[in-house]
């Protein structure tokens, strides 16, 4: 009798006729999830293509930056400040092939109006490459007239980013060599550097893999401090006593960056602390820089109060 009334009202009994029933069985079928799945992950994907107008731009730009010697930069640099995919813009105008009188302008503009992140990026990718092999091309530089001066000094106005995006990339390569350090850090003495960014970097260098230049540096950055915070004292007070068991024999700038140390802040150091130094020095010895690291030890004064870390920037 159902079936009777179905027909009377002309309804198949063909289940893949039925509307309903059909595309239920469309949802069970792995095809149907796997179509739905593509859609999906289409739609979710970001778009990974530049604006045609900007790949336009930046492939015009090039050829200005080639021969640039003064004047305005191409207006597409206000683009690329604030597109997303910055990066493949900026590679788009082949960087390498800048004059060095354009590096030094889009670095200026760049280091005074970019964010900290894509900053340190810019640094690291496309600054820190041309001044290693400026350095290695030219073996010293002129401070008056050589672009790469100006370039270091204009990256300088942003430390931090200067610091994540140069200064420890180069530390932690493996590959910088002792006269790249000292060029690099006659320049980064002329700059004045907040006390907290200070302390961050030393903190940062203290920690990583020991090289000549990292010495150079720490003994430098040492140099220009006034007052560490405590974390980064510690850190640094741990990076010399990670060489107490080493038979190593350390290089004379290790020891020199540690007699900084002590002479900076023999004050601050605790009794426990100066024992283990005495007990370093058993083990790692200069026949000229040992004895005035024991003498300043011995002309220490007790612990003071350590300054406030408020301000301290967190680790990245």
């Keep these: 009798m159902a079936e009777e009334k179905r027909e009377q009202h002309g309804v198949a009994l063909d289940s893949d006729s039925d509307p ?7 949802a069970r079928s792995p095809e149907h999830h796997q179509s739905q799945d593509e859609t999906i992950s289409s739609d979710a994907q970001p778009q990974s293509e530049l604006d045609k107008t900007i790949i336009k731009r930046c492939k015009q730009a090039k050829k200005i930056l080639s021969h640039y010697t003064s004047g305005n930069l191409p207006l597409v640099f206000k683009l690329v400040r604030d597109v997303k995919l910055w990066e493949e813009a900026l ?16 670095t200026r503009v760049f280091s005074s109006q970019m964010g900290k992140l894509k900053l340190q990026i810019f640094y690291k990718n496309v600054l820190l490459p041309l001044v290693r092999g400026n350095i290695t091309k030219n073996r010293r530089l002129n401070f008056p007239l050589d672009q790469t001066y100006w370039l270091l000094k204009e990256s300088l106005s942003r430390p931090a980013a200067f610091s994540k995006g140069f200064l420890f ?40 893999d020991y090289c000549s230049a990292t010495s150079y540096f720490i003994k430098l950055l040492l140099d220009k401090s006034d007052a560490l915070c405590r974390r980064a004292f510690d850190a640094v007070l741990m990076h010399f006593m990670s060489f107490i068991e080493k038979e190593t024999i350390m290089p004379v700038i290790w020891h020199q960056s540690l007699l900084s140390f002590v002479q900076r802040y023999k004050n601050e150091l605790k009794r426990k602390d100066k024992y283990n130094l005495r007990r370093l020095m058993q083990n790692q010895k200069h026949d000229l820089i040992t004895p005035e690291i024991k003498l300043e030890l011995k002309n220490g004064h007790d612990p003071i109060e350590w300054e406030d870390d408020a301000g301290y920037p967190r680790k990245a």
């Excluded at 309903?20 to 469309?26: D, E, F, G, W």
């Design 20 to 26: 309903l029933v059909s595309s239920r069985k469309r």
């Design 91 to 106: 590679y788009l105008t082949e960087t390498q092939n800048w004059s060095d009188d354009a590096m030094c302008q889009v």
């Design 169 to 208: 990339p180069l530390c932690q390569s493996g590959t910088c060599s002792f006269d790249e350090a000292v060029i690099i850090g006659s320049i980064i003495q002329t700059v004045c550097i907040p006390p907290m960014q200070l302390s961050y970097a030393l903190h940062s260098l203290a920690e990583m």
